[in-house]
C-alpha cells in the first residue's frame, strides 16, 4: 500500500486522496498496538528532532503531538509564542528559519493566522504539520475524527455528518468538510445565518460548485438533526465576539444547543464528535459528552496514534508493505 | 524456480533436534520463555514448546515479538497484517529463546533484542533458526540451527510452515 | 536643442486617432506637428517608425514613500520606476512621515523632489491631520502651495461630517477630494485581507465585501450631489460601484473615478500564487502576500464591469496606485502583510493585455493614462500639440516580454505579476525633450 500522492507536509486535508486516508488510518492502527501495549516506546524516529511551534494557546493538541514524538523516540522541543521571539519583534519566518538551522527535521505549527503554515512551508526545506490555522483548517483533527468514525461505526461512504455551531469561523469544519466528502459522507451545517459559511454552502456559485463539496446549510436543528449518522458541535469562539454574531447565549443554547431534548431529534444511532475544548452548557450539555453517544473520548485517545502515523510518513524511513 | 531442499519430514526431525538441544544446553525446561519472531517465528515457537512437552511433561510459556518498529535498515516495510507484539510474561531473570525461520542479515535479531531489552532483563538471550543461510552483518550467530544453507545474496529462501503456508519445508528460489 | 520624433503613429490626445506625423521639439517644447521636412546639423533624429507616440503617460495616484519610509522606495528609485512604465507626471499619495498635511510638509517634499525625481511629481494633500480623520487640513494653503488635490489614501474618510465639509470647502479651493471606498463597519473593522467570497471562505480569512465600498461611494455620490464638492473615487474596484457611478451619471453628478491596471486585469485567484491558480486544491503557494492589495483583487465579472466602465465613460482615468513594499512588510502571513502592489512597471503590459484582447481600443486606454488624467489635474499636460511640453512615450506594442521583479527598478519588489508574459513595452520616455529613460540604455540614456 502506498500514498497516491508523496506527502511534503500536511497542510491540509485536499491534500490526500481516500486511498491516503485509508493508509494513514491502517499505518495508526498499526502504531495503536504500541499505545496498548506495556512499553510505549519505539526507536522508530531515534535521533529525529520534532519542533511544536504553537503562536496560539493549545493544550490538547499540542500535548497530543508531543506524546507522539516521543513514543517514536524523537526528540521534542516545544516553542510557545510568550516568550518567544515574537514578542521580542523578531519577524515570525526568522523564527522559524532559526529552528529549521537548529536542526528540526519537521515543524508542527499551531497559528492563529489563516495560512501561516502554507507561508512557512514554502520559505523552508523540512516538513511542516498544520495543527491549526487561523479560520483555515486543521487537518490532523479531521484524521482523527475520520479515523474515530471509521473505527466504530466502520464505513463512512454514506453517513450524514451534521456540523453543528460556528462553521464560518472554524477550521475543525472547514477541514471536516473536505476530508468527510473524501470518504463518501454528506455534510450539513447547522448554525444561526450569522455564524455560517455561506459562500460554501447555500450561497456558492455555479463557478464554484465543482470547487468545493456540496454542503447543505439549515438554521432549523430538528431539520439537521433528522436523519444525522453523526453531530460535530463546534466550540463557540466567545473570543471572536467582535463580530457580534448571536444575540446572547441565551438564544444561541435555546436554538442551537445539543441536548437529551434536542437529540431526540437524531436518529437513536447517531454519535456525537466534539473537537474540543467544549463550552459545556452552551453547544453542548455536559452529560452528553460522557454518554454512550459519544465518540468525544475516543477522538482523545485517537489522537496520538494518527499524529504518530503523519510522523513517521513525514520524517521517518518505515512505509506499509502489505503482503 | 523454487527447489524444495527440506521436506516435511526432515523439518519435524530438525524441530525435534532443536527443541533437545534446547533442553540439553539449558539443563531442562526450567525459567524457559520461547519468543517467535513474527511471522513465522510464531508457529515455530509453538512447535517447539509443544515437543518440549512431549519430552517433559512440562509446557514452555512461549510469546510473540513483531519487530519492524525496531529495525534499523533503511526503506523499512511495516507489515499490515495485524501483528501484535505479545510479551504478557515477566522476562526477567528468565532464560529467553528467540525463534525465527531464517537467519540471514542479523538486522532483526538485533532489533529483536533491542525490543527485548524495553520489556524487561532476560538472564540470558539465545538464538534458534530454522535456517542460517549466512551473509551476516552484525556479529550474530545462532545458537541453534536446524540447517546451514549455503545461499548467494539474490537467492531466496522460503520457509514455509502448515499453520501459515499449508505445508511444511524449505524452498530456495 | 532641437529633435524631431520622425514616422510615428501618434496618438496626440486631442484627436484621439492614431495616424503617422513627426514631431518638432526645441527646448523642451513641441514646436510643430505633422509632416515635418527637416534638414540640419544640429538636430537630433528619433526613429519611431512602427512605433506608437503618445504623450507620457500621467499617475494621479501613487505612493513615493519618501521622507518617512525610504525602504519602500524613494523618490529617486519611484521615479525612474515610473519612467520605465512611461509616465512623465506622476502624483503622490500623502502617506509619508511626516503626513502631507501641512505648507512645510509641502514644501519640504517639493524641494526632494526638485533634487531627486527625474519626472514631474505633484503631491497630493491629506484631508485630515495626520491622515488620522478627524481635523480638516488648511486646505487652501496647501493649494498654494501646489497640491493637486486631497486624500487621506489608506485611509478611508469615514466620518460624514468631515466628508461633507471637506466637499463643502473642495469648491472654494477649486481642488477635488479624492477617497478610498471601504466601510470599515462592514469590512470585519478594517481586518478583511481579500475579496470576501467563496475564496475568502475557503481560505478563511476576513473579506472585504463589494458591499464596503460601493456604499461609501454612494454616501459620497449623494453627498457631492448635495454639496456641489469636487469628487474623485479612487481605484474603484467593485461591480456594484460602477453601478453607483451609472446612477451619478444618470442624475448629473459631477466626479471623477481612477481604476488601477491589476483590478482591470487580474483576480482574487491570484492569492492562490503565480502560477497554480487551483481553487479546489489548495498550494503551498497559496495566501501569496503580493496579491494583498487594498481594495483586494476581485473577480472576472467585477473585471467585466469596469471595462465597461471605462468603455462606457464612467471610469476616465487609469491610476496605478503603486504602493512599493519592503521585502519584511510583505515576508510574512496574509494577515499581518502590507497591502500593496508595485505597479509603475507593468502598468503599461497589464493594460494592454485589454488592447489585445480588444476589450478596451488603445486609443481609450491611452486617454485614460494621459489626455484624461491631465484634464484631472488642470495642467497644460498630457497632450501631443504646438506649445505643450515634450512629455513623450514611445511604446512598442508587439515586443513580448517577461515580468522578472528582480528587474524592478522601483525598491518595491511585491508584484503578483512575477512569471507574467506581457505584450507591449516602453522603448524611450522624455521629459521635457529630454530622454530620461530608453529600453537599451536604461536611465543612463
Not at chain 3, 487640513?137 to 465639509?165: A, K, T, Y
Amino acid at each position: 500500500m502506498i500514498l497516491d500522492n508523496k506527502l511534503n507536509n500536511l497542510l491540509d486535508i485536499d491534500q490526500l486522496t481516500k486511498n491516503d486516508i485509508l493508509y494513514i488510518f491502517e499505518f495508526a492502527e498499526k502504531l495503536s498496538l504500541i499505545l496498548n501495549g506495556p512499553v510505549k516506546k519505539v526507536p522508530v524516529l531515534r535521533g529525529k528532532t520534532i519542533i511544536n511551534y504553537f503562536s496560539e494557546p493549545s493544550t490538547r493538541t499540542r500535548v497530543s503531538f508531543e506524546n507522539a514524538g516521543k513514543i517514536l523516540s524523537a526528540d521534542v522541543i516545544n516553542v510557545s509564542s510568550s516568550g518567544s521571539s515574537d514578542e521580542k519583534g523578531e519577524s515570525f519566518i526568522n523564527a522559524v528559519q532559526t529552528l529549521e538551522s537548529i536542526g528540526a527535521d519537521i515543524l508542527i505549527i499551531r497559528h492563529s493566522d489563516s495560512g501561516a503554515p502554507y507561508f512557512v512551508s514554502r520559505n523552508i526545506q523540512i516538513p511542516v504539520i498544520n495543527a491549526g490555522d487561523g479560520s483555515h483548517a486543521h487537518p490532523t483533527q479531521t484524521l482523527i475524527d475520520l479515523y474515530t468514525v471509521y473505527k466504530s461505526i466502520g464505513e463512512i461512504e454514506g453517513l450524514n455528518l451534521t456540523i453543528l455551531g460556528d462553521n464560518i469561523h472554524s477550521r475543525v469544519s472547514r477541514s471536516a468538510v473536505l476530508g468527510f466528502s473524501t470518504l463518501g459522507a454528506k455534510v450539513t451545517f447547522c448554525s444561526p445565518t450569522t455564524m455560517n459559511a455561506n459562500f460554501l454552502s447555500d450561497n456558492i456559485s455555479k463557478e464554484d460548485i465543482d470547487n468545493y463539496p456540496a454542503v447543505i446549510y439549515t438554521s432549523n436543528l430538528k431539520d439537521a438533526l433528522s436523519e444525522s449518522d453523526l453531530i460535530m458541535t463546534l466550540r463557540t469562539q466567545f473570543e471572536r465576539k467582535a463580530s457580534l454574531v448571536f444575540p446572547n447565549i441565551n438564544e444561541y443554547t435555546r436554538l442551537f444547543k445539543l441536548s437529551n431534548e434536542s437529540l431526540k431529534y437524531a436518529p437513536d444511532k447517531a454519535k456525537i464528535l466534539h473537537p474540543g475544548p467544549m463550552n459545556l452548557g452552551v453547544e453542548i450539555d455536559g452529560y452528553l459528552s460522557e454518554s454512550e453517544r459519544s465518540l468525544i473520548n475516543q477522538q482523545v485517545m485517537n489522537s496520538v496514534a494518527i499524529r504518530m502515523a503523519l510522523l513517521i510518513i513525514l520524517i521517518g524511513e518505515h512505509t506499509l508493505d502489505s503482503i | 524456480m523454487a527447489k524444495l531442499i527440506v521436506d516435511s519430514n526432515d523439518f519435524s526431525r530438525m524441530l525435534k533436534r532443536i527443541s533437545h538441544e534446547i533442553l540439553e544446553k539449558n539443563s531442562g525446561p526450567d525459567k524457559l520463555i520461547l519468543i517467535g519472531m513474527h511471522t513465522r517465528g510464531v508457529p515455530l515457537a509453538k512447535r517447539i514448546s509443544a515437543f518440549i512437552e512431549n519430552i517433559e511433561g512440562i509446557k514452555i510459556p512461549t510469546a510473540q515479538l513483531d519487530v519492524s518498529f525496531y529495525r534499523d535498515d533503511t526503506d523499512l516495510k511495516i507489515k499490515t497484517d495485524i501483528n501484535p507484539t505479545i510479551i504478557d510474561l515477566n522476562i526477567n531473570n528468565s532464560n529467553v529463546i528467540l525463534i525465527d525461520d531464517v537467519l540471514f542479515t542479523g538486522r532483526s535479531v538485533r532489533a529483536a533484542m533491542d525490543a527485548l531489552m524495553d520489556y524487561g532483563r532476560p538472564s540470558s538471550i539465545q538464538l534458534s533458526v530454522l535456517v542460517d543461510r549466512g551473509h551476516r552483518e552484525l556479529p550474530i550467530s545462532p545458537d541453534y540451527v536446524g540447517k546451514n544453507i549455503p545461499t548467494s545474496r539474490n537467492e531466496k529462501v522460503n520457509v514455509l510452515i502448515s499453520e501459515i503456508d499449508g505445508k511444511d519445508g524449505v524452498e530456495i528460489s | 536643442m532641437k529633435k524631431i520624433i520622425k514616422n510615428g503613429k501618434v496618438f496626440d490626445g486631442i484627436s484621439n486617432k492614431i495616424k503617422q506625423q513627426d514631431i518638432l521639439i526645441i527646448d523642451g517644447v513641441i514646436q510643430n506637428i505633422g509632416n515635418i521636412e527637416i534638414t540640419g546639423v544640429d538636430i537630433e533624429i528619433i526613429d519611431a517608425s512602427n512605433y506608437i507616440v503618445s504623450p507620457g503617460f500621467i499617475d494621479i495616484h501613487s505612493h513615493l514613500r519618501e521622507p518617512g519610509y525610504e525602504y519602500k522606495e524613494t523618490i529617486a528609485t519611484g521615479t525612474r520606476a515610473a519612467s520605465k512604465g512611461g509616465f512623465t507626471t506622476i502624483c503622490a499619495m500623502p502617506t509619508t512621515i511626516p503626513a502631507l498635511d501641512s505648507k512645510d510638509s509641502i514644501d519640504y517634499f517639493k524641494d526632494l523632489c526638485q533634487q531627486r525625481s527625474i519626472i514631474k511629481v505633484y503631491p497630493i494633500g491629506a484631508v485630515t491631520m495626520g491622515r488620522e480623520g478627524k481635523e480638516i487640513v488648511e486646505m487652501q494653503s496647501l493649494v498654494d502651495s501646489g497640491v493637486i488635490g486631497f486624500s487621506d489614501d489608506g485611509e478611508p474618510i469615514h466620518d460624514p461630517n468631515i466628508m461633507r465639509m471637506s466637499l463643502e470647502y473642495s469648491r472654494m479651493v477649486s481642488r477635488p477630494i479624492m477617497n478610498h471606498c471601504d466601510d470599515r463597519g462592514i469590512n470585519y473593522r478594517g481586518e478583511g485581507v481579500m475579496n470576501d467570497g467563496f475564496l475568502a471562505q475557503r481560505l478563511g480569512c476576513n473579506g472585504i465585501p463589494n458591499a464596503a465600498e460601493a456604499s461609501m461611494l454612494s454616501r459620497d455620490i449623494f453627498l457631492t450631489e448635495l454639496t456641489g464638492g469636487l469628487y474623485h473615487a479612487c481605484h474603484v474596484s467593485a461591480s456594484q460601484s460602477v453601478d453607483v457611478l451609472k446612477i451619478a451619471k444618470e442624475r448629473g453628478i459631477n466626479y471623477s473615478a481612477e481604476v488601477t491596471p491589476h483590478h482591470l486585469t487580474i483576480t482574487e485567484d491570484f492569492i492562490l500564487g503565480p502560477t497554480d491558480q487551483n481553487r479546489k486544491q489548495i498550494s503551498e503557494n497559496a495566501y501569496d502576500t503580493f496579491a494583498k492589495v487594498f481594495p483586494p483583487l476581485r473577480t472576472k465579472s467585477d473585471i467585466q464591469a469596469l471595462i465597461e466602465g471605462i468603455n462606457s465613460d464612467l471610469i476616465s482615468i487609469i491610476a496605478t496606485d503603486h504602493a512599493p513594499q519592503g521585502y519584511e512588510d510583505k515576508m510574512t502571513t496574509l494577515n499581518q502583510a502590507a497591502f500593496g502592489i508595485s505597479n509603475f512597471e507593468t502598468t503599461l503590459g497589464s493594460v494592454l493585455q485589454l488592447f489585445h484582447s480588444k476589450d478596451i481600443k488603445l486609443e481609450k486606454l491611452l486617454q485614460c493614462l494621459t489626455s484624461n488624467p491631465a484634464e484631472f489635474l488642470g495642467k497644460k499636460l498630457g497632450k501631443l500639440s504646438k506649445g505643450y511640453p515634450a512629455d513623450i512615450v514611445i511604446l512598442d506594442l508587439n515586443e513580448e516580454w517577461e515580468v522578472d521583479i528582480s528587474d524592478f527598478v522601483s525598491l518595491g519588489k511585491n508584484s503578483p505579476l512575477q512569471g507574467v508574459k506581457f505584450k507591449g513595452k516602453v522603448l524611450q520616455t522624455l521629459v521635457d525633450g529630454e530622454i530620461v529613460y530608453s529600453d537599451k540604455k536604461g536611465h543612463d540614456g
